[in-house]
């Protein structure tokens, strides 16, 4: 017996966090009743439905990385606008591992390893994603001591990022958590414009010569 958040995320619906959204938000049925306590326990012999259809794990893993296009979002659904599933072609139900937001590009994993996903995700895993940020002036080096250093966006501490390098207007940071828009509200904070952003890395996987809008299978060993 597994709880349900977790047996959400290992069927490749979502992350384990986004799965405990769906169950408050009584979007998931076991057995045929709406379930909406976290602590719910399940196992591969209850029926666990999820948008209208029985979700199952799935024993075969798989891990594709794609270069997203700007304009695509980082949802399992088309509801808010193109997800990036749209852009791949297989049978077996992935999902997209955290967040890249609709006006940048880059390094997208997708899977069905919900543990996998809980370890790229969560801040406490420490999993670093290296972006490449063109602004709209080269970074003094003051504001690049800023960005080494603990930042209050929103209220909250975030860890300090690391500068990789800087060349011109060019600067790839690393950061090792996912706030929605971090890098633009770090750079908005220190009065810069982001022109353009893409991520390069997750982990220890790069995007290399993938190309914008296309796949390829990897193995997990690639990512980490």
């Given at each position: 017996m597994i709880r349900l958040q977790k047996y959400i995320a290992d069927c490749g619906?979502?992350?384990?966090?986004?799965?405990?959204?769906?169950?408050?938000?009584?979007?998931?049925?076991?057995?045929?009743r709406v379930i909406n306590e976290l602590g719910t326990k399940v196992d591969n012999n209850?029926?666990?439905e999820y948008d209208g259809g029985v979700i199952k794990i799935e024993s075969d893993k798989i891990y594709i990385a794609l270069n997203k296009p700007v304009g695509y979002i980082s949802s399992s659904t088309s509801r808010q606008g193109k997800s990036v599933l749209e852009l791949i072609d297989i049978e077996k139900r992935v999902y997209p591992v955290g967040r890249l937001d609709k006006d940048s590009s880059g390094l997208i994993i997708l899977t069905n390893d919900g543990e996998l996903t809980n370890e790229i995700t969560h801040p406490k895993y420490g999993s670093e994603k290296e972006y490449e940020v063109i602004l709209n002036r080269p970074i003094t080096d003051s504001d690049k001591k800023k960005l080494e250093s603990p930042m209050i966006i929103e209220d909250k501490e975030l860890?300090?990022?690391?500068?990789?390098?800087v060349k011109g207007n060019k600067v790839n940071l690393?950061?090792?958590e996912g706030m929605n828009r971090q890098i633009r509200k770090m750079m908005a904070k220190l009065s810069y414009s982001v022109i353009d952003l893409k991520r390069i890395r997750v982990?220890?996987?790069?995007l290399g010569k993938i190309k914008e809008g296309q796949w390829q299978m990897i193995g997990k060993n690639q990512i980490k």
């Open positions: 619906v979502t992350s384990r966090r986004k799965a405990e959204e769906l169950i408050i938000d009584g979007k998931i049925k076991v057995n045929g209850d029926k666990v860890q300090p990022a690391r500068v990789a390098s690393v950061l090792k982990g220890k996987l790069n």
